[in-house]
Nanobody, 124 residues
Framework: QVQLVESGGGLVQTGDSLRLSCAAS??????MGWFRQAQGKEREFVAG????????YYADSVKGRFTISRDNAKNAGSLQMNSLKPEDTAVYYC???????????????????WGQGTQVTVSS
């Protein structure tokens, strides 16, 4: 079992920055990632990072604006979000994989554990 707790969401204006954090506890995991779900839309992949940090992948919509990182010693990760846009408004979920192969994938079903989500709202 892995427990994930996100924090750092909030209401910001277009162009602002936010940093989401994810605290993990329980068994070890390989990949850590973030998904988001806007109201009325399907949940989508945002970013993912392998255990070593070598394999990092971003959705095209956030590339160049968001940065994912993790601290294995603290069992934690973060998502730095810059130049936020109204279309970034969503509930953001921290996710992890417990597979031995530490490869970032974009499918929801590949991730074993999910946090409860944190709301990010970007006003225009």
């Amino acid at each position: 079992q892995v427990q994930l707790v996100e924090s750092g969401g909030g209401l910001v204006q277009t162009g602002d920055s936010l940093r989401l954090s994810c605290a993990a506890s329980g068994r070890t995991f390989s990949v850590m990632g973030w998904f988001r779900q806007a109201q009325g839309k399907e949940r989508e992949f945002v970013a993912g990072i392998s255990r070593s940090g070598v394999n990092i992948y971003y959705a095209d919509s956030v590339k160049g604006r968001f940065t994912i990182s993790r601290d294995n010693a603290k069992n934690a990760g973060s998502l730095q979000m810059n130049s936020l846009k109204p279309e970034d408004t969503a509930v953001y979920y921290c996710v992890v994989k417990t597979t031995r192969l530490s490869v970032v994938t974009t499918r929801m079903e590949d991730y074993d554990y999910w946090g409860q989500g944190t709301q990010v709202t970007v006003s225009s």
